[in-house]
C-alpha cells in the first residue's frame, strides 16, 4: 500500500469521528439526577462576557460543535492530502507530520478526558498518518522520472 491510501483511511476515519462526536450531541453521556442537577445548573446561569450573554450550556454546545466542524474540516484536507500524495509525496510530509501530531495529542487527552471511542479512532488515525509519513519518504518512480531529462530527475 501507498501513502495515498493511510491518507484515505486516515480521512475515513476522521470523518467517522466527526460523526460519531456529532451524533453523540449534546455530549451528555449521564442521566441521573446528580448529572441533570448539572446540566441544569449550566442551562440556568448566565453570564455577559466580552459581547456575549450566554449561559455555560451555550458554551458547551458551541464547542461541541466546533469541534464536530474541524474534525470535518480535518477529514476532507485528509482527503485531499491523499490526493495530493499520489505525485508530491514529499510535498505532503510536514502537514502530515502536523496532523499526525495533533492526532497524536487527541490520544492523549482523550484517554484522560473521554472515552474508549475516542481513543481507538484517534489511536487508528495517528497509526495511519505515522504509516503515510514513512511512506512519504520513500522515492516513488514517478517522481524520479522526469519529461524534461528523458529519464532520471536530476
Not at 476522521?14 to 446540566?39: F, I, K, N, Q, R
Not at 484536507?77 to 510530509?93: I, M, N, Y
Request: aromatic share 12%.
Amino acid at each position: 500500500m501507498k501513502a495515498f491510501h493511510f491518507l484515505r483511511i486516515a480521512a475515513v476515519l476522521t470523518l467517522l469521528y466527526c460523526a460519531g462526536h456529532t451524533s453523540g450531541m449534546p455530549w451528555t453521556p449521564y442521566t441521573d439526577a446528580e448529572a441533570a442537577s448539572v446540566l441544569d445548573t449550566m442551562k440556568s446561569h448566565s453570564f455577559a462576557e466580552q459581547g456575549f450573554q450566554g449561559t455555560y450550556w451555550d458554551l458547551y454546545m458551541g464547542f461541541g460543535l466546533v469541534i464536530s466542524l474541524y474534525l470535518l474540516l480535518q477529514g476532507m484536507v485528509l482527503w485531499q492530502l491523499g490526493s495530493l500524495a499520489k505525485t508530491e509525496a514529499r510535498r505532503v510530509r510536514p502537514i502530515v507530520v502536523s496532523f499526525l501530531l495533533a492526532f497524536v495529542i487527541n490520544v492523549a487527552l482523550s484517554w484522560k478526558y473521554f472515552f474508549v471511542v475516542p481513543v481507538v479512532l484517534a489511536g487508528l488515525t495517528a497509526i495511519c498518518l505515522a504509516i503515510a509519513l514513512v511512506l512519504t519518504a520513500r522515492p516513488q518512480a514517478a517522481q524520479l522520472l522526469s519529461p524534461q531529462t528523458g529519464g532520471v530527475r536530476q
